[in-house]
């Protein structure tokens, strides 16, 4: 049978998945590339071009026989995959076997995806509850003199800490636990291209081992620089979990069910903070600070072995190019390529990568508009946790080892929020693309406009009953609302940036985490100023005035999102 010059077959005598191509797609070719929406690359249906080759071949040539269900596909142009045209002959071009094919992580039984999400959110978990202990230490270090500061994760073990290293500088002192804050916002613009290089699973083992042995490094530091330098480098392995776990998400899960799935892995980040300095305030009162750090060695530890033992590599390039390596070093030939291999030199790829969060921050309107908001909302539980310590231990009379529960109505409404956005966020989707009649990342949005109102609802709550030094449980319900506003903003937020950036999502959401973490860790700096001149009641009501304006982000981009998205395309 004749083919067009330079066209992709899938002759039946190749193994199935295999495509034969040409090295060269020559000028005069009548081949062009037409995009389809209904093959799956292994990053999502719906959001991953499947290109097919339309040729003026006879009709026969145009429908081949039914064992030939794959798409067929050819070397882009002028590509030769590092060989000259003269050596480099045929390419069998790598593939799925099928749309169905169990290979493929999309395809993969159901208990493989949710044990995926559960490890990643359990890291999460770890990590976030060590983040927001050291934030509250900071406060605690920086106010020990000046004020009643003195609570949360790791605040009654701040005579120890002092003696021990023979500190006198609370600046100095702050830094070596805000540092880790630091690492949080640098780490991921490393581990996400990382990821998107080489599979996410070697990330995961690699900086999950890391964390530990960082942890172990500051268990048993002898001194507050050898502290403050173990602290960045914790924050830089611990934050892989946090940057990637949304690139696993958008690797496994459709995008039908990945608002479910992300408001089961943000649990993770939910608990973390709720439960870290209820447990670490206790355990800090009874055996002292660096106990803290080996139960934290002990829980990452287990996830780790976890990790290892039972998630498997998601990412669809790498498990594709591991299938073609393994048939060239069966057969003997280097004409095995993956489908999605770009021909490019290893330290080009890895420039684009490590530069792609940053072009995505800098060059789409879109993610730096969202991921402001998200920092600026992330931002307001630090600048909330200055205050617990001066609300419910000076005002209350909470000891050291109880005002840890004083953060649990802020977990109670993330749960709860959590679990409202995971059963109605993949629905509300589903019923508005029916209307539409096609599938839009724009559709999350629209639950995310319940954040700001929420948020701004508990601030005037909070601060006004701490003002009024009204009964304890006023203000502590008053963060509930917060804690559910948070979830509103945080989950659908991630969803439409993986829905939106499907093959770079674990960069969109570096990018993101990178402002955040930044934020996060410099403007809490300003609370208690901030509250020693306006007071609680006006100093919660600014930054809920603040949080309404910035509602304004997700109703202007449910709107105009997808006009922004083709005004400004990114070259990634």
Same mark, same amino acid.
């Given at each position: 049978?004749?083919?067009?010059p330079?066209? =992709?077959?899938?002759?039946?005598?190749?193994?199935?998945?295999?495509?034969?191509?040409?090295?060269?797609?020559?000028?005069?070719?009548?081949?062009?590339?037409?995009?389809?929406?209904?093959f799956?690359?292994?990053?999502?249906?719906?959001?991953?071009?499947?290109?097919?080759?339309?040729?003026?071949?006879?009709?026969?040539?145009?429908?081949?026989p039914?064992?030939?269900?794959?798409?067929?596909?050819?070397?882009?142009?002028?590509?030769? *995959?590092?060989?000259?045209?003269?050596?480099?002959?045929?390419?069998?071009?790598?593939?799925?076997?099928?749309?169905?094919?169990?290979?493929?992580?999309?395809?993969?039984?159901?208990w493989?995806?949710w044990?995926?999400?559960?490890?990643?959110?359990?890291?999460?978990?770890?990590?976030?509850?060590?983040?927001?202990?050291?934030?509250?230490?900071?406060?605690?270090?920086?106010?020990?003199? =000046?004020?009643?500061?003195?609570?949360?994760?790791?605040?009654?073990?701040?005579?120890?800490?002092?003696?021990?290293?023979?500190?006198?500088?609370?600046?100095?002192?702050?830094?070596?636990?805000?540092?880790?804050?630091?690492?949080?916002?640098?780490?991921?613009?490393?581990?996400?291209?990382?990821?998107?290089?080489?599979?996410?699973?070697?990330?995961?083992n690699?900086?999950n081992?890391?964390?530990?042995?960082?942890?172990? +490094?500051c268990?048993l530091? %002898?001194?507050?620089?050898?502290?403050?330098?173990?602290?960045?480098?914790? !924050?830089?392995?611990?934050?892989?979990?946090?940057?990637?776990?949304?690139?696993?998400?958008?690797d496994?899960?459709?995008?039908?069910?990945?608002?479910?799935?992300?408001?089961?892995?943000?649990?993770?980040?939910?608990?973390?903070?709720?439960?870290?300095?209820?447990?670490?305030?206790?355990?800090?009162?009874?055996?002292?600070?660096?106990?803290?750090?080996?139960?934290?060695?002990?829980?990452?530890?287990?996830?780790?072995?976890?990790?290892?033992?039972?998630?498997?590599?998601?990412?669809?390039?790498?498990?594709?190019?591991d299938?073609?390596?393994?048939?060239?070093?069966?057969?003997?030939?280097?004409?095995?390529?993956?489908?999605?291999?770009?021909?490019?030199?290893?330290?080009?790829?890895?420039?684009?990568?490590? %530069?792609?969060?940053?072009?995505?921050?800098?060059f789409?309107?879109?993610?730096?508009?969202?991921?402001?908001?998200?920092?600026l909302?992330?931002?307001y539980?630090?600048?909330?946790?200055?205050?617990?310590?001066?609300v419910f231990e000076?005002?209350?009379?909470?000891s050291?080892?109880?005002?840890?529960l004083?953060?649990?109505?802020?977990?109670?409404?993330?749960?709860a929020?959590a679990?409202v956005?995971?059963?109605?966020?993949?629905?509300?989707?589903?019923?508005?693309?029916?209307?539409?009649?096609?599938?839009?990342p724009?559709?999350?949005?629209?639950?995310?406009?319940? !954040?700001?109102?929420?948020i +701004?609802?508990?601030?005037?709550?909070?601060?006004?009953?701490?003002?009024?030094?009204?009964?304890?449980?006023?203000?502590?319900?008053?963060?509930?609302?917060? *804690?559910?506003?948070?979830l509103?903003?945080?989950?659908?937020?991630?969803?439409?940036?993986?829905?939106?950036?499907?093959?770079?999502?674990?960069?969109?959401?570096a990018?993101?985490?990178?402002?955040r973490?930044?934020?996060?860790?410099?403007?809490?700096?300003?609370?208690?100023?901030?509250?020693h001149?306006?007071?609680? *009641?006006?100093?919660?009501?600014?930054?809920?005035f603040i949080?309404?304006?910035?509602?304004?982000?997700?109703?202007?981009?449910?709107r105009?999102?997808?006009?922004?998205?083709?005004?400004?395309?990114?070259?990634?």
């Amino acid at each position: 049978m004749a083919h067009a010059p330079g066209l =992709a077959v899938n002759d039946s005598h190749q193994p199935h998945g295999l495509y034969r191509s040409s090295s060269i797609y020559p000028e005069s070719s009548t081949a062009d590339l037409t995009p389809q929406f209904d093959f799956d690359f292994g990053f999502g249906r719906d959001t991953e071009k499947a290109w097919t080759m339309r040729t003026s071949m006879s009709s026969q040539d145009r429908h081949p026989p039914s064992t030939r269900s794959e798409t067929a596909l050819k070397t882009p142009k002028g590509s030769t *995959g590092g060989k000259s045209e003269k050596s480099m002959g045929e390419q069998y071009i790598v593939s799925w076997h099928g749309p169905y094919d169990p290979a493929n992580p999309q395809n993969w039984p159901s208990w493989r995806k949710w044990t995926a999400v559960m490890i990643v959110s359990g890291i999460t978990f770890v990590t976030y509850a060590v983040q927001f202990g050291d934030t509250l230490l900071v406060y605690v270090l920086n106010n020990q003199l =000046a004020s009643p500061l003195a609570s949360s994760m790791f605040a009654p073990a701040i005579p120890q800490v002092s003696s021990e290293f023979h500190s006198t500088s609370q600046a100095l002192s702050a830094f070596a636990v805000s540092v880790y804050i630091l690492g949080f916002g640098i780490g991921p613009l490393v581990l996400s291209p990382s990821s998107e290089l080489w599979g996410r699973n070697i990330v995961f083992n690699v900086t999950n081992l890391l964390f530990v042995a960082f942890t172990v +490094a500051c268990a048993l530091s %002898t001194s507050l620089p050898m502290l403050t330098g173990f602290r960045f480098l914790a !924050g830089c392995a611990g934050s892989a979990a946090l940057t990637i776990g949304g690139g696993t998400i958008a690797d496994v899960m459709p995008p039908e069910k990945r608002g479910k799935a992300m408001a089961v892995y943000v649990m993770g980040p939910v608990l973390g903070p709720s439960l870290g300095p209820v447990a670490g305030g206790f355990l800090a009162q009874a055996v002292g600070w660096r106990w803290i750090f080996w139960l934290l060695t002990i829980v990452a530890g287990l996830m780790t072995i976890m990790t290892f033992l039972f998630l498997r590599e998601t990412y669809a390039p790498k498990l594709l190019r591991d299938k073609a390596r393994k048939m060239q070093k069966e057969t003997g030939q280097e004409a095995y390529k993956s489908m999605l291999e770009i021909d490019l030199p290893a330290w080009v790829l890895f420039l684009r990568a490590i %530069t792609r969060p940053s072009k995505m921050l800098l060059f789409s309107p879109i993610v730096l508009g969202l991921s402001c908001y998200m920092a600026l909302v992330y931002s307001y539980i630090y600048l909330l946790f200055t205050t617990f310590p001066l609300v419910f231990e000076a005002q209350y009379g909470f000891s050291t080892g109880t005002i840890g529960l004083a953060y649990l109505g802020m977990g109670i409404g993330m749960v709860a929020a959590a679990v409202v956005v995971g059963y109605t966020n993949d629905r509300q989707v589903a019923k508005m693309a029916a209307k539409s009649g096609e599938r839009k990342p724009e559709y999350r949005l629209p639950i995310m406009m319940l !954040g700001s109102p929420l948020i +701004a609802t508990g601030l005037f709550w909070y601060g006004w009953s701490a003002e009024a030094k009204t009964h304890w449980i006023v203000p502590v319900i008053g963060t509930v609302p917060i *804690g559910a506003g948070l979830l509103f903003v945080f989950t659908p937020l991630s969803t439409y940036l993986i829905d939106a950036f499907t093959t770079y999502a674990a960069s969109a959401l570096a990018a993101a985490t990178v402002l955040r973490s930044l934020l996060s860790a410099v403007l809490p700096l300003a609370g208690p100023s901030m509250y020693h001149s306006l007071g609680f *009641g006006w100093g919660n009501s600014l930054l809920a005035f603040i949080a309404l304006a910035f509602g304004a982000i997700p109703l202007a981009f449910y709107r105009y999102g997808e006009r922004l998205r083709e005004r400004f395309p990114l070259n990634l």
